[in-house]
């Protein structure tokens, strides 16, 4: 019974174009929301997050979008940059973390 | 040195071996917790700790058994695993349990022959 999910293993952008990233989720209960961003050989790095009583969060090129009504939030990366290749993990917070798949998002320059 | 420190960084060992990986914070948080990541899956919770007192075990298999000695050290002693427990285990802390800010360490990568 996986509770975040992401749905999408990966994706593939052209430099300066946008990443869009999706996460879904099943619990109503989460009222919190994060975006981690993993680099092989290392640990998982906080990236953005956003409290379920918001539907947008911003940060610099980043821009994290909730739907609570479809239980759905997507991080928008724009403009993407090679430096943004990376495995972003979506993760929802009650309690204690829970983390979707993944998603490897690759930035072709 | 700051941050979340997890030693070894690589580790083989046989299914008959006996060893512990280790985890060191000095954010001064409270909480530590073991993740597993086999490739394609989830983070998977396996323990949490909150206080030096073990708060969840998420099902996990005897054949690893977390210890921590003080709010700052994590250890995971591993014996008679297996080879599908070959992944990357990695250590996060934070404030305290139910904390939203989770700190990673760069993980152990783990393989069973």
């Known amino acids: 019974d996986q509770q975040v999910k992401q749905n999408s293993p990966s994706l593939s952008v052209q430099e300066g174009r946008i990443s869009i990233l999706n996460c879904d989720y099943t619990?109503?209960?989460?009222?919190?929301f994060l975006w981690y961003k993993k680099y092989p050989a290392e640990g998982p790095t906080f990236l953005i997050s956003?409290?379920?009583?918001?539907d947008k969060n911003e940060d610099g090129r980043f821009t994290v979008f909730l739907n609570k009504s479809a239980k759905h939030l997507s991080l928008h990366i724009v403009p993407s940059q090679p430096g943004d290749s990376a495995v972003y993990f979506c993760?929802?917070?009650?309690?204690?973390?829970?983390f979707g798949q993944g998603t490897i998002l690759t930035v072709h320059p | 040195e700051t941050g979340v420190t997890q030693t070894p960084r690589h580790l083989v060992m046989g299914m008959t071996n006996k060893k512990s990986l280790k985890c060191e914070q000095h954010l001064g948080h409270n909480a530590m917790y073991w993740y597993k990541q086999s490739a394609k899956k989830p983070l998977e919770l396996m323990f949490v700790?909150?206080?030096?007192?073990?708060?969840e075990n998420n099902s996990v298999p005897s054949r690893f058994s977390p210890e921590c000695p003080n709010s700052s050290h994590l250890f995971l002693h591993l014996h008679t695993l297996q080879p599908e427990d070959s992944a990357l285990y990695l250590c996060?802390?934070?404030?305290?349990?139910?904390?939203?800010?989770?700190?990673f360490g760069s993980g152990t990568r783990l393989t069973v022959v």
């Open positions: 956003i409290s379920s009583i918001k």
């Open positions: 619990n109503s209960m989460f009222d919190y």
């Open positions: 996060a802390s934070s404030q305290e349990q139910g904390s939203y800010g989770y700190t």
């Open positions: 993760a929802t917070s009650y309690g204690k973390l829970t």
């Open positions: 700790y909150n206080f030096k007192e073990q708060t």
